[in-house]
């Protein structure tokens, strides 16, 4: 049963009920195996967020397109607002795929903001990102869905952001490109079960969630959050953390580190995946940190791609 179909059966029994007393029941929402074993095997495919392409100013689409599919990657994850037709040649040059896009206003123009026309440029911003998307044949596109600040209440923020999001799913649906909420450090959304309960109440389809791993370590277990979240992940950001940087030099240095010399339990992150079925095909490289002294082929080649083969193999 589709989410949206259970959901209408069940509106009528959640019709007296108010945002506070909604709450996600972790043994409803996981779809972990109960045996402990794979329900099924990943094959997954690499990708690339190139918005953390090294240095990228110096490479043309083209060029940073062509040293990626000589690294090893499947494919190519853009911001929104690019060139279309530049993206677009590079996608044929290569035959790189772009399975998800990312939202290139929504730090800027957050969709939680307390003022109308910034909320609407927002809006603007989302939009054209579902268009990319389409044009491109992306399945997802990347949303920052707002942030809590000292000028915006955790409770604004969740209904400002739900009721401006809404706003856009019909279009969403009607071009088969789901909006993925992405878990990043902006105070909000910080459990799984609020992560569930906030994509669930779009009652849709094409919401979902993006999770990122190394965002999670510095207040939770990344294989907590597959286990609930479950069939709602729709793409995942593969990027390391840190504890022992994060403990010695603040919150922000946990990112800086190499895959596989960070603290991801990545045989638990990825059992846990199998767990779900995670049926995103691709994992997005979201690397943090570079080795500054290796030239970028090199680094995207043996530091990224060759150990994303490894993390995926756990």
């Not at 206003?105 to 603007?124: E, I, N, Y």
């Not at 069939?231 to 995942?236: A, L, P």
């Not at 994992?283 to 940190?289: D, K, L, N, T």
Request: charged share 25%.
């Amino acid at each position: 049963m589709k989410r949206r179909e259970f959901l209408q059966k069940g509106s009528a029994g959640l019709a007296g009920l108010t945002m506070g007393s909604m709450l996600v029941n972790p043994e409803t929402t996981s779809a972990k195996s109960k045996t402990g074993k794979p329900v099924q095997d990943l094959s997954l495919k690499k990708g690339y967020m190139l918005g953390t392409f090294p240095d990228r100013n110096e490479y043309t689409v083209m060029q940073q397109f062509q040293m990626l599919q000589t690294a090893g990657f499947h494919g190519v994850e853009p911001d929104s607002g690019m060139d279309r037709s530049e993206v677009l040649a590079a996608k044929e040059e290569t035959g790189l795929e772009i399975p998800s896009i990312v939202v290139s206003t929504h730090w800027s123009q957050p969709l939680t903001s307390p003022d109308p026309s910034v909320r609407q440029a927002g809006l603007d911003g989302l939009e054209i990102a579902l268009e990319d998307a389409h044009e491109y044949g992306a399945a997802r596109l990347l949303l920052v869905p707002g942030r809590v600040t000292d000028e915006i209440a955790y409770d604004t923020a969740y209904k400002r952001s739900q009721e401006e999001i809404s706003k856009m799913v019909p279009l969403a649906e009607e071009l088969e490109v789901t909006i993925a909420i992405e878990n990043v450090w902006n105070r909000f959304l910080l459990s799984p079960m609020e992560a569930a309960r906030y994509v669930d109440e779009f009652n849709s389809d094409y919401v979902g969630w993006y999770f990122d791993i190394g965002n999670i370590l510095n207040y939770g277990w990344p294989e907590h959050w597959i286990r609930i979240l479950g069939e709602r992940i729709s793409m995942i950001h593969i990027k390391e953390y840190s504890m022992e940087k994060r403990n010695s030099e603040g919150p922000g240095a946990g990112f800086r580190t190499n895959y596989l010399e960070g603290d991801n339990n990545w045989s638990e992150i990825m059992q846990a995946l199998r767990d779900v079925g995670y049926s995103g095909e691709y994992g997005i490289a979201e690397p943090a940190y570079r080795e500054q002294d290796i030239p970028h082929d090199r680094w995207l080649k043996e530091y990224v791609s060759d150990r994303m083969d490894t993390i995926f193999a756990k």
